[in-house]
């Protein structure tokens, strides 16, 4: 059997390309994407996602618009990182696709139900839409099977802030009551995503590879390489929100560990932080704190992860279905447990 897994998205470059790599692998069956304010407003966030789903016919999948703020605190979105429209100004042509009459909030509960102890949910941005659906039903969590969150940092410090990853700290209150709830999570934070990184040689390969994947991914791609060689002085950019559809799909990607996990929310200078207590790594009956854990990636297979994003992005990962949209997500099944945490434990 396939994952059913539902995207949560801020729709800009990288998450894009995970948008590309859910509907490529077949580990993973697409049944829904909510739209969240982030990177971009949560309007162009949801347009955005029905353009990326158009590109590889997946348009069967719901597109679904969520919150179009923070819990609380407004923030400003990353506009300058993901382009103007959200996919490096590259000029891509208004979605055909209509939205979703749901909420973002109402497809989730709506989705937990469909697929009870089998839905995984991906967050790659904010994480608003999801607290917001805790918020509404609590129950929900108990028809999870995991929430993957691309956001934070155990040892890595931030980079909306420093201390702050951007995902949390857009809206560390949203974050907080995500990582508070009885449900079994991972996290893939800066400590791994910093260290998957694409450059030129590979864009290159994507837009030569005649895929339409491929394709519209070479042609968002140099504006986010252009940005990080600002910040690195080096011509490459980190994916980091494929790496946390990576790890839905093949867990043994990451090393994790089982870790409490508390977001701050008042700091000030380390609002939006993710506080991950590492003593328990430490062995010998180290303290740490009660509560609630989640599987906190602190390693990755970079070369596994890359080769497989662009072999599936260049047509060499995926079942070979025409570009229908009937193809989206299909293919063989996954061995591990629906939603299993990922890599080793510690």
């Not at 939205?99 to 009870?116: D, F, K, W």
């Not at 839905?119 to 929430?147: C, K, W």
């Not at 394709?215 to 011509?235: C, K, N, S």
């Not at 180290?286 to 992860?305: C, K, M, W």
Request: with cysteine; hydrophobic share 45%; glycine share 12%.
């Amino acid at each position: 059997m396939t994952l059913p897994l539902l995207m949560d998205v801020d729709t800009g470059i990288d998450d894009a390309l995970a948008l590309l790599l859910a509907v490529r692998s077949p580990e993973l069956r697409l049944v829904g994407a909510g739209a969240v304010a982030g990177n971009i407003s949560v309007d162009l966030a949801a347009r955005n996602t029905l353009r990326v789903l158009e590109v590889v016919g997946a348009t069967d999948v719901l597109v679904a618009v969520g919150a179009a703020a923070p819990l609380l605190e407004e923030r400003a979105d990353a506009a300058w990182v993901h382009g103007s429209d959200g996919l490096g100004d590259s000029g891509q042509p208004h979605p055909a696709g209509k939205l979703s009459e749901e909420s973002a909030v109402e497809q989730l509960l709506r989705l937990s139900h469909e697929h009870a102890g089998e839905l995984v949910v991906v967050a790659v941005g904010p994480l608003t839409n999801i607290a917001m659906a805790l918020r509404t039903d609590s129950t929900v969590v108990g028809r999870l099977a995991r929430i993957v969150v691309m956001g934070g940092s155990a040892r890595a410090g931030g980079n909306l802030a420093a201390w702050g990853e951007a995902n949390i700290a857009h809206d560390p209150e949203a974050a907080a009551i995500v990582f508070e709830a009885d449900v079994a999570r991972t996290m893939i934070g800066l400590d791994v995503t910093m260290r998957s990184t694409l450059g030129e040689p590979d864009v290159q390969r994507l837009a030569t590879s005649g895929d339409p994947a491929g394709t519209f991914a070479a042609q968002i791609l140099p504006h986010y390489l252009a940005v990080y060689e600002r910040w690195t002085g080096e011509r490459r950019c980190p994916v980091h929100d494929a790496l946390a559809v990576a790890v839905a799909a093949q867990p043994d990607l990451v090393a994790a560990s089982e870790l409490p996990v508390r977001v701050e929310c008042a700091g000030r200078h380390t609002r939006g932080m993710t506080v991950v207590d590492l003593r328990g790594l430490l062995g010998g009956g180290a303290l740490t704190v009660d509560g609630p854990r989640s599987a906190v990636a602190l390693d990755v297979d970079a070369e596994r992860f890359l080769d497989l994003l662009l072999e599936r992005l260049t047509g060499g990962g995926h079942d070979g279905e025409p570009e229908d949209g009937t193809g989206a997500g299909s293919g063989g099944a996954a061995e591990e447990a629906p939603g299993g945490a990922s890599g080793s434990v510690a």
